[in-house]
């Protein structure tokens, strides 16, 4: 493992030397390909010509653990897994729970969600579902340094959405976050069914951790109270983290802690969510997870008129317990374009505070927001309006490498990239910090 952490490093290393020359070749000024159509998907999903398991994911779900979700047209098939590390040889079965549900007309398919494990770390299980086939497999993240997230946000089903899925199917991931906006349904429930066909062979593959976007809220007044869809389809570990909302939680994988935080739901000081919050990030362990990851859907720091401000209610109320804890990054989606900021807190530079990325340029059919405010903030480093994703890949306990990859002309480009010193690292952590001790601690 040591000898692969330092191959990993050399490499990384040797990808840096042009970045400066890149933020000034491209950046803002970048010339971007024209926009491309909404894929032409019927509304019947893409699946085999059976009604059994189609729109498979997986996501983490406590230690060593996966929670496996998939769909089926009719109640009876079971919502059993069967899986092992050998192809075909399926020694291991595990039977969940069901869910579905109406909104407006439409009435969903059989939704199971099944939950395997104790997994052993950095290995590949294959398994079939409902006690029939076809096979998957997956593997499992590493339980150690180091580790690679594949990044993305406001994902939706266009011409960019599949070139962006091929680029990360290039990526060698372990866990994927997809800080909002997933489908791009509005209210169109078949399109949640296409969503997940589409990504079926990704999402099967490696867990993808997500939060809620704008786009999932889908709440029509007297009617449906809102996120139906979502939260049936996408469940995520928030009951393991001791959160009551799967609209915000946490979870380990390696040595990072990650909060998916929810920007649709009350965040205020008496909020609830923010009552787990403080509890969970009162808990981290800086010598377990010596990392500390933030996702969340609406941006605190854009310079992007799009959407522009609409995370500072937000950010009046959370950014403190962030600062305090010693957040390392915060990644965000909503805005249609990227913007890399450097440590910030309360408005100004501060070697202390998190790094802010906004990602949420995976290829929805709303287009990219290209207008910037000028003259750029002085927390702003680099920002382009272009579709693409991130890498972000955790070297060890002190240093990660960032990068940015744009889908230029279907050709794998790195834009942006910069080495990041954890907090831990750089010492912060260690510094008595008034704000961990007034907020966090406090009763």
């Keep these: 493992m040591q000898l692969r952490s330092i191959l990993l490093l050399l490499f990384l290393f040797s990808s840096t030397i042009n970045a400066t020359k890149r933020e000034a070749l491209f950046g803002e000024d970048y010339v971007r390909p024209r926009a491309r159509k909404a894929l032409a998907i019927p509304w019947q999903s893409n699946k085999d010509s059976s009604d059994g398991p189609h729109q498979v994911h997986i996501s983490l779900a406590g230690e060593n653990r996966m929670r496996v979700t998939w769909i089926t047209d009719s109640s009876s098939y079971p919502s059993t897994v069967q899986y092992g590390t050998t192809s075909g040889t399926y020694p291991y079965t595990s039977t969940g729970d069901t869910t579905s549900y109406s909104y407006l007309l439409y009435t969903s398919g059989t939704i199971h969600h099944t939950t395997i494990g104790p997994l ?27 580790i690679t997230f594949a990044v993305v946000g406001d994902l939706g089903q266009t011409d960019w959405t599949t070139s962006t899925l091929a680029h990360i199917k290039k990526c060698d991931y372990d866990v994927l976050l997809l800080p909002g906006d997933l489908s791009y349904a509005d209210y169109q429930q078949r399109l949640w069914d296409t969503f997940g066909d589409l990504v079926q062979p990704l999402a099967s593959e490696r867990p993808w951790m997500v939060t809620e976007g704008n786009h999932e809220k ?101 950014e403190p317990l962030l600062y305090g804890a010693g957040v390392d990054l915060v990644l965000a989606g909503h805005v249609h374009a990227y913007e890399r900021s450097k440590r910030v807190y309360k408005g100004k530079v501060d070697s ?84 961990l001790r007034k907020i966090l601690m406090s009763p």
């Design 218 to 318: 889908e709440r029509i007044w007297v009617l449906e109270s809102g996120f139906q869809a979502y939260n049936s389809r996408w469940k995520m570990p928030y009951e393991e983290s001791g959160s009551g909302s799967n609209l915000y939680y946490s979870f380990d994988v390696a040595g990072v802690h990650v909060v998916m935080l929810g920007s649709y739901t009350d965040y205020d000081e008496g909020s609830d969510q923010y009552a787990w919050l403080k509890s969970d990030l009162a808990k981290v362990d800086r010598g377990k997870t010596p990392w500390l990851i933030v996702v969340l859907h609406a941006p605190w720091y854009n310079s992007n008129w799009a959407h522009h401000g609409e995370g500072d209610a937000m950010m009046a109320s959370m």
């Design 120 to 146: 052993v770390p950095n290995t590949t299980y294959y398994y079939r579902l409902s006690n029939q086939g076809p096979e998957f497999k997956f593997k499992s993240p590493q339980n150690e340094f180091p």
């Design 352 to 435: 202390c505070g998190p790094m802010h990325i906004t990602i949420g340029d995976g290829g929805n059919r709303e287009g990219l927001a290209r207008r910037y405010h000028n003259p750029k903030p002085s927390w702003s480093v680099f920002r382009e309006a272009s579709f693409g994703h991130g890498e972000l890949q955790i070297v060890n306990s002190t240093h990660a490498f960032w990068s940015w990859h744009r889908n230029d002309d279907d050709e794998l480009v790195t834009s942006d990239d910069v080495w990041i010193t954890s907090l831990v690292g750089s010492g912060c952590i260690m510094k008595p910090s008034h704000e």
